[in-house]
């Protein structure tokens, strides 16, 4: 089963990084999730809750980056899949986190990783 709900390029601002000045000012980070599930179940009900509510989703990612801080990435990239697999029953998740920020000379840099409940 291929089947998924995305969200892509969700912008959000915390408090991340390793150095000092950076616990001081909160920077964008870019979410992208792919998570995996039947559609046909909500295309055959016309019914939201029997989808993965991509917004319900994205406003728990939000309100994540709000509330929480870390020094690295892939922590803040692996405390929010354990949560959303578990507050949205997830089958499995892929999620790429960017900093787009961090790192002048790059576009972009970032992780991805893939769970599975
Ligand atoms: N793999 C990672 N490398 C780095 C991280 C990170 O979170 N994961 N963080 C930093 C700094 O916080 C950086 O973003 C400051 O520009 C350096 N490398």
Not at 71 to 88: D, G, Q, S, Y
């Amino acid at each position: 089963m291929k089947d998924l709900v995305f969200i892509e390029g969700l912008k959000a601002r915390a408090v991340i990084g390793v150095y000092d000045w950076e616990k001081q000012i909160q920077q964008d980070l870019v979410f992208d999730l792919e998570m995996a599930h039947d559609n046909r179940v909500p295309a055959a009900t016309d019914d939201l809750s029997k989808t993965l509510d991509y917004e319900a989703i994205s406003n728990f990612i939000l309100a994540f980056c709000e509330k929480r801080q870390f020094e690295l990435i892939e922590t803040l990239a692996e405390r929010l899949v354990e949560e959303l697999i578990a507050a949205f029953t997830l089958s499995a998740v892929t999620l790429v986190l960017r900093k787009p920020g961090a790192i002048a000379a790059a576009a972009s840099v970032g992780v991805k990783i893939y769970r599975q409940a």
